[in-house]
């Protein structure tokens, strides 16, 4: 026959007086393990992580990622050429498919790709060159082109208080420089209140 045992909150008070801090932390772990409501709330996963878990969903190079609300999208070219559009939670990690696309090679899309494919620096490691330059939290990264050199690049943009910054990144070397386009905010200005007549009609 199954006992069903039941602890009051004076005796279990008891106990941990008795135990000291060791129960406490035994208590604090076990519950954690169960799922407990005491259990500590799983950070948000950053833009690394969102590469990680989508790579390991799909593997292949990343060619964008961005944060958009509560998902990551990541775009993942594989060696097949395939174009494969990736939603990850940023609350759980999730990863779910959005669209997949197969590339033409005869088109330009098929030669961004292999110069994509071929680049010796990945996004995870433009994005880790981009916060060493300029420390903050990566919000998006992009295989990307100057139209008027066409050089192709990284182009990073982290959040750090309240201004976005763009990083290139150098897809060969790994160097980073900043990019001129960089966004201060500034909340806007308050509408001025209408004033109120007072004066009498004749």
């Not at 990945?122 to 139209?147: I, L, R, Y």
């Not at 982290?158 to 900043?178: E, F, L, Q, R, Y």
């Not at 966004?183 to 004749?202: D, E, I, K, L, V």
Request: hydrophobic share 40%.
């Amino acid at each position: 026959m199954k006992r069903t045992l039941y602890v009051s909150s004076a005796a279990a008070a008891a106990v941990l007086l008795v135990a000291g801090p060791v129960a406490a932390a035994a208590a604090s772990t076990a519950e954690t393990a169960t799922g407990g409501v005491s259990a500590p709330l799983r950070a948000a996963v950053d833009a690394e992580g969102a590469a990680a878990a989508a790579l390991k969903s799909h593997p292949g190079v990343i060619e964008s990622l961005d944060r958009d609300g509560p998902v990551w999208h990541v775009n993942v070219i594989g060696k097949d050429g395939s174009n494969t559009e990736l939603l990850v939670t940023a609350a759980t990690g999730a990863v779910t498919v959005e669209n997949t696309d197969q590339n033409d090679d005869d088109g330009n899309d098929g030669n961004e790709d292999a110069a994509l494919l071929a680049a010796k620096v990945t996004a995870q490691q433009a994005m880790k060159a981009a916060v060493a330059a300029h420390p903050g939290q990566v919000w998006s990264v992009e295989w990307d082109n100057d139209d008027d050199t066409d050089t192709a690049y990284w182009n990073v943009e982290i959040k750090s208080g309240g201004s976005t910054t763009n990083v290139h990144v150098d897809p060969t070397s790994g160097k980073a420089t900043m990019s001129h386009d960089t966004n201060q905010y500034s909340p806007p200005p308050a509408r001025p209140t209408p004033s109120r007549g007072c004066g009498f009609r004749m």
